[in-house]
């Protein structure tokens, strides 16, 4: 199947600095990439999608300033958590589509975001 | 908002046997499903798709049946192995929604 990676897969920051969060499709090119946050022994949450070349969609309740994304090619999203709080602490996950029309989606391994 | 307080359905098996994990879903407009298998600290990993088209779809020990009547979704695992222990989530979608919505969840153990 196709490979999404994912960079870092942990970081810890401290209160109050920015954290940028990569993701890239290896082996193919992903038009539509998607950002999900998961808190402990819940499901997937999404929180954005990212277009290339275009400007995120941001689900309701996902504040853009906070959370800004990035797609600036077929094959890199960046997720940056701007100004960190405790609370913002999560799993952070993205996945990206192989093909434009298809639904499937393969998922990258995760970033674990700690904030002190 | 976050259900706080709710666990995780949890499912334990004896190695060997075969497991039966259950998905409600409630968007009658939805036509695609998927099965995610999520080990502790990684991404989801696909494992199996339907589409609403199809009442049964087996892949390698793995079957997924798809009961539209009642909105259900199941995902049956054959000969359980200690590497099948993992959270596993349904997903659904609807045909021009590029979105993916996620079940819940199901925690499986498997006991050696």
């Known amino acids: 199947g196709a490979v999404v990676s994912q960079h870092p897969s942990r970081v810890i920051c401290k209160s109050g600095t920015s954290v940028k969060i990569e993701c890239r499709s290896l082996?193919?090119?992903?038009?539509?990439m998607f950002w999900y946050r998961q808190f402990p022994k819940k499901s997937l949450m999404l929180m954005a999608t990212s277009n290339e070349g275009s400007k995120a969609t941001y689900e309701q309740g996902v504040e853009k300033d906070k959370f800004l994304i990035n797609h600036a090619s077929l094959t890199l999203s960046t997720l940056t958590v701007t100004s960190a709080h405790p609370e913002d602490s999560s799993f952070y996950i993205c996945?990206?589509?192989?093909?434009?029309?298809?639904?499937?989606?393969?998922f990258g391994q995760g970033t674990r975001l700690t904030v002190v | 908002g976050e259900n706080v307080g709710l666990h995780l359905p949890t499912l334990s098996v004896q190695e060997g046997d075969n497991s039966i994990i259950n998905c409600a879903y409630s968007n009658s407009a939805s036509d695609y499903f998927i099965w995610y298998k999520q080990e502790s600290g990684k991404g989801p990993q696909f494992i199996i798709d339907?589409?609403?088209?199809?009442d049964k779809r087996q892949g390698q020990r793995v079957t997924v049946l798809l009961n539209k009547t009642v909105k259900h979704l199941s995902l049956q695992i054959a000969a359980t192995q200690p590497g099948d222990s993992a959270v596993y989530f349904c997903a659904e979608n609807n045909f021009g929604n590029e979105k993916l919505t996620f079940g819940t969840g199901t925690r499986l153990t498997i006991i050696p």
């Open positions: 339907i589409r609403s088209n199809m």
């Open positions: 082996d193919f090119q992903a038009t539509t």
């Open positions: 996945s990206a589509r192989a093909q434009e029309g298809a639904v499937e989606a393969f």
